[in-house]
């Protein structure tokens, strides 16, 4: 039996573009030094008080217009009530309840990969500070209130996505957005990008029992958990155990590819939601809506629609480079470069971002910028280096960090693309090889590749090949 699948996430971005924490004036950066951006705000020192970062009301406003949200016409913060050891406070500053949340009720519209579109429909986005974070050893755990207080945009999906590529799909859009608008660098390496998934299967119209896995923090540990996820419930409901899929908090193993048992959530946890009494509200001006929205940048599928309506490209190329901001931006300064779109695009998304996935780097810190690369391809279109010489060179561009035309001429690699020159080792290697020249006339027209090659040979790889390919017709032919 096929069982309907409905997924719901909670994506959380912690906002990593402002100077300051959301409630204090503890830098807000990433530091690897522990307890190194702290204030008496984030230890919870007595006779504290918070004070609200304007830009992050900014930045959440922003993204709020972006998911088509319906925005309060006051801004206030709550308490949410309960004690871990990552929240010194004993209380998390956020918004829950309506019309609290910076948006509510929105959507997005989400393309996939084959073109067609679904629509992600969105209960709230609200802004919260984040808890610290803890580190549990062997027989130890350590607590790093770096993460204390950062500003954290926690966006809340109905249940309306029915499967892992989707939920992807959508939340790889999400982190290119966060990207474009320069509100988060979004990198998960960092922590910034955490998100929690609920899935349930049922074989009616109803929703079946919700399962949620916490704190999933790969867009590729999403889609293994949603897939383990909706195996694990359908075994479970095709056996006859129904009553196993039970309400429950699980966790997910990225060693072993399978969610497990947290504790059981049969009832939601009663956190004592009250306004928070050290933040006044205030009213969300008309005028400053507006300003934020005429400020939004532009996003990724707009950005798609230029390379493909402007440039050209195909859907598969415009996808690449849109995903991550970086990526687009090093695109489009390989055309300010005067590289051909297609030319850069191919380079691009085949052999540049696969070192990158290789050595786990960032464009950024790519040693082949736009104009690096521009002397590459253009030494190739002018027939300068061949095409395989230039895949050659960027390698050796990236090994000995030089620039690409020092390279050439210490390795001695300008292609031979003179008539006379090229028709001499031509014509030297057809008199080496009569029989050879036999056994082409006679049918055998493989010999041709063996000619190319011989004159490769002697001109150490230098040889124009189109040139030499012209040239050997006209001789052959006679």
């Given at each position: 039996m096929k069982y309907n699948v409905t997924i719901g996430l909670e994506m959380h971005c912690e906002i990593s573009k402002t100077n300051t924490k959301v409630f204090s004036g503890?830098?807000?950066?990433?530091?690897?030094?522990?307890?190194?951006?702290?204030?008496?705000?984030?230890?919870?020192?007595?006779?504290?008080?918070?004070?609200?970062?304007?830009e992050c009301v900014r930045m959440s406003l922003m993204m709020s217009e972006i998911l088509n949200c319906k925005q309060p016409e006051y801004m206030y913060f709550e308490r949410k009530n309960y004690y871990y050891?990552?929240?010194?406070k004993g209380y998390q500053i956020t918004q829950n309840t309506p019309p609290a949340p910076v948006g509510?009720?929105?959507?997005?519209?989400?393309?996939?990969?084959?073109?067609?579109?679904?629509?992600?429909?969105?209960?709230?986005?609200?802004?919260?500070?984040?808890?610290?974070?803890?580190?549990?050893?062997y027989d130890i755990s350590t607590i790093d209130?770096?993460?204390?207080?950062?500003?954290?945009?926690?966006l809340v999906t109905k249940p309306c996505l029915h499967s892992a590529d989707d939920a992807v799909a959508f939340l790889e859009y999400m982190r290119a957005v966060y990207q474009y608008c320069d509100i988060s660098e979004a990198d998960s390496k960092k922590g910034q990008i955490r998100c929690d998934v609920n899935v349930s299967i049922s074989d009616t119209d109803e929703l079946g029992t919700k399962v949620e896995i916490k704190n999933v923090n790969s867009f590729g540990g999403v889609k293994d958990a949603?897939?383990?996820?909706?195996?694990?419930?359908?075994?479970?409901?095709?056996?006859?155990?129904?009553?196993?899929?039970?309400?429950e908090t699980r966790r997910y193993d990225e060693e072993t590819g399978t969610t497990i048992r947290?504790?059981?959530?049969?009832?939601?946890?009663?956190?004592?939601?009250?306004?928070?009494?050290?933040?006044?509200?205030?009213k969300i001006s008309k005028n400053w809506l507006e300003e934020i929205r005429k400020s939004i940048p532009e996003l990724p599928y707009e950005r798609k629609a230029k390379y493909q309506n402007t440039y050209e490209l195909s859907s598969y190329d415009a996808n690449i480079l849109i995903k991550d901001k970086a990526i687009a931006n090093y695109f489009e300064e390989c055309l300010q470069e005067n590289i051909e779109p297609k030319t850069a695009a191919n380079w691009i998304t085949g052999l540049i971002l696969g070192y990158l996935y290789k050595y786990e780097i960032e464009i950024t810190d790519f040693?082949?910028?736009?104009?690096?690369?521009?002397?590459?391809?253009?030494?190739?279109?002018?027939g300068s280096i061949s095409s395989k010489q230039g895949k050659e060179l960027f390698y050796m561009v990236l090994e000995e960090q030089k620039e690409p035309l020092d390279i050439m001429k210490e390795k001695g690699m300008m292609q031979i693309s003179d008539e006379n020159a090229l028709t001499s080792v031509v014509e030297e290697v057809l008199s080496e090889n009569a029989s050879q020249i036999e056994m082409y006339h006679n049918g055998k027209t493989n010999m041709f590749d063996y000619f190319v090659g011989q004159v490769m040979k002697k001109t150490k790889g230098q040889a124009n090949p189109v040139m030499v390919k012209e040239i050997l017709t006209a001789k052959l032919s006679k």
């Open positions: 503890a830098k807000n950066g990433y530091s690897e030094i522990p307890n190194s951006h702290v204030s008496p705000v984030d230890m919870a020192f007595p006779g504290i008080l918070p004070v609200l970062n304007k050891p990552d929240l010194p509510m009720d929105g959507y997005i519209d989400i393309e996939r990969e084959d073109g067609t579109t679904f629509r992600v429909e969105i209960d709230n986005i609200h802004l919260e500070e984040d808890a610290a974070s803890m580190n549990h050893l209130y770096n993460r204390a207080g950062v500003p954290l945009l926690e949603i897939n383990y996820e909706i195996k694990r419930q359908t075994e479970l409901k095709q056996a006859g155990r129904y009553e196993e899929v039970e309400q947290m504790r059981s959530k049969v009832d939601a946890i009663d956190y004592k939601y009250f306004v928070e009494p050290n933040i006044p509200k205030y040693f082949i910028t736009p104009k690096r690369l521009f002397d590459i391809t253009e030494s190739i279109k002018k």
